[in-house]
């Protein structure tokens, strides 16, 4: 197999402020274009993971590897445009700042990544393609971020993720705030532009139903130990 | 892009950015507006008296003089001999000379004895002249000229008649021998506007019946006997002097300074106004510095802003960061947006003072002879605008830390 998209071994998390709380992950693994449904109920540390992973908060031991590179190994600034490179994030909702208008939002990883920039090509063409692919229509690509639906504005955190090809897209419970037939369209959208990207998706969830799309399932306690140290 | 997302973030608070922006520009414009009037009211100070270039009293001091002879506050100490006078005007460097008789008074304003050379050679305001709104410069002994605010207080017109009071605060009156308003002078905004004046002769003719401080018992002398009499002054308060050559304005001063048959006192207006000015300085320094502290407390009130806007703006900022923004980039973001809250506000405060001055300036002159200049904005006022713009950055610097070590802890982990 290739190098895995992503790779955590051995990562320990201890919460500032809260003795005694920590999270471990010894070991999971995404490969390229892979796609991996991570279930897990609120408080099972999901949150934290996907921080340790994008590289927001660091493990305090082990480590956290995104496309061959170790996070650990990078400054904060460089982490930061690290992730902006190789990773798309798209939240539960509210993915958009509300003031920017479509492009803005779809443009706005690449303001911070350079190379992905560069990869991208012509940027606004091909956040308008992306739209297009993504079933919105031409003229919410000049309007403001507030006035779309909740599903068009997942949609285009979508495009967001996606501009610029990075290989690896997170997702953190994208489909909570859609209702049954969108959330059934939105994954359709999604899985088809992952796909065309060749994007490796990591999805998180407390809703094991989503799981027959994906490549593989995990439960958050199977990989991680959330626990409570004695110490 | 980052610019028009953080114009486009204010503008999404326009109701809140814009109470603040208005603050600002409030402070900004009464912060300029009182520089504007501090500096209009120094030069307009200054301009009280020009093209006299020494003005002669018994000695005192310079301020005294100063306050008195121009000014009509306060008394003098005593008055220069007629003979001295004539000295002085005698003086081969000595251009002109304008006497001036004060020590009477027509209802609370100040009643001035001085020749009809005073028309001639008082200049205010960088060299203008006083012009004459109606009427003529005193033709008849028992003539008047009044300055813009007596005939304005007053209701006088032309032809009027106006009893001179004896002495100041005085309940005796010269009622034997009544002027008339022979002329109104345009108003100047100097202490001309209040002042009735007279010709020397007739100060002494007021005076034939009047032996120190009070009236000689018996009939008042008639008019017409007093009109054949020799009206020649005995003294004078104070002169104004113009020399015909300005170096030669040190020498006089020291010649009439060392005066050998009497002691007396000659000034430069100018120097003296400056002496004055030092004095007065300090209150409208304090009045510069509360309108500073306006602008501060406007600026504190930005950051109390910006302050309770971060809990709701945390989710933009945890957008940001999962975009791949360092947490310094949210640091100068708040600034960056601070900044342009700041320039908004000056810049609208220096329109705000601009329209002030198009309105107020003609009301400022009528009211009270202040002349405010309207120029193009100079390095003063851009010096203002650029310290609000830092001294808002800086402020802005308070909340912008806390907001940088939020998204540093927050992540990209959305907090509502």
Known sequence: MAEPVLQVAGATFRWPGRAGFSLSVPELAIGAGESLLLLGESGSGKSTLLSLICGTMLPHGGSVRVAGTDLTTLSGAKRDRFRAETIGVIFQQFNLLPFGSVADNILLPLQFAPERRKRAGEVRAVAAQLCDSLGLPEAVFTARANTLSVGQQQRVAVARALIGKPPLIVADEPTSSLDANSQAAFLDLLFAQCAANKAALLMVSHDPRLGERFDRVVRMEEIARFGRDAA | ?416
Not at chain 2, 88 to 101: G, K, Q
């Open chain 2, 1 to 416: 892009m980052i610019l028009r997302l953080a114009i486009a973030s204010l503008f999404a608070r326009v109701l809140t950015v814009g109470m603040t922006v208005l603050a600002i520009a409030l402070s900004v414009a009464l912060f300029l507006g009182v520089e504007k009037v501090r500096t209009g009211a120094k030069d307009s100070f200054a301009d009280t008296i020009s093209g006299t270039d020494l003005i002669v009293g018994a000695r005192s001091g310079s301020v005294q003089l100063l306050l008195y002879s121009v000014f009509r506050i306060g008394n003098a100490t005593n008055n220069v001999t007629w003979e001295s006078y004539l000295d002085i005007a005698a003086r081969p460097d000595v251009d002109w000379i304008v006497p001036i008789s004060l020590g009477d008074s027509h209802r609370q304003f100040r009643v001035m004895g001085t020749s009809t050379a005073f028309f001639e050679h008082y200049k205010y305001r960088r060299g203008r002249s006083l012009q004459m709104a109606e009427g003529k410069v005193m033709d008849d002994l028992f003539d008047t000229v009044i300055g813009a605010d007596v005939a304005a207080t007053l209701g006088y017109d032309l032809g009027d008649p106006i009893v001179v009071a004896h002495g100041l605060a005085s309940f005796a009156e010269h009622k034997d021998q009544p002027f008339q308003v022979a002329g109104i002078l345009e108003k100047t905004g100097t202490p001309v506007d209040r002042t009735v004046i007279v010709s020397m002769e007739a100060i002494e003719a007021i005076h034939v019946d009047w032996q120190g401080g009070g009236q000689k018992p018996g009939e008042p002398t008639p008019v017409e006997v007093i009109r054949q009499m020799d009206l020649t002054p005995k003294a004078v308060t104070a002169a104004l002097v113009g020399v015909d050559s300005p170096l030669k304005t040190f020498r006089i001063q020291r010649a009439i300074n060392q005066y050998k048959e009497e002691p007396l006192l000659a000034i430069l207006p100018g120097v003296a106004l400056g002496e004055l000015w030092a004095i007065v300085g300090i209150a409208e320094t304090a009045l510069l510095a509360v309108s500073a502290m306006v602008v501060v407390t406007a600026l504190i009130g930005m950051m109390a802003t910006i302050f309770s806007s971060l809990n709701e703006r945390r989710r933009e900022m945890a957008i940001f960061r999962a975009m791949g923004a360092r947490p310094r980039t949210i640091l100068g973001l708040l600034v960056l947006e601070a900044m342009l809250t700041a320039a908004l506000g000056a810049v609208l405060g220096l329109g705000l003072l601009y329209l002030g001055l198009v309105v107020g300036q003609p009301l400022l002159d009528a009211a009270y002879g202040l002349w405010i200049p309207i120029t193009a904005p100079g390095m003063g006022e851009i010096w203002v605008i650029g310290a609000v713009v830092v001294a808002g950055a800086i402020v802005s610097l308070v909340p912008a830390l806390r907001a940088y070590r939020m998204s540093l802890a927050d992540g990209m982990i959305v907090r509502t």
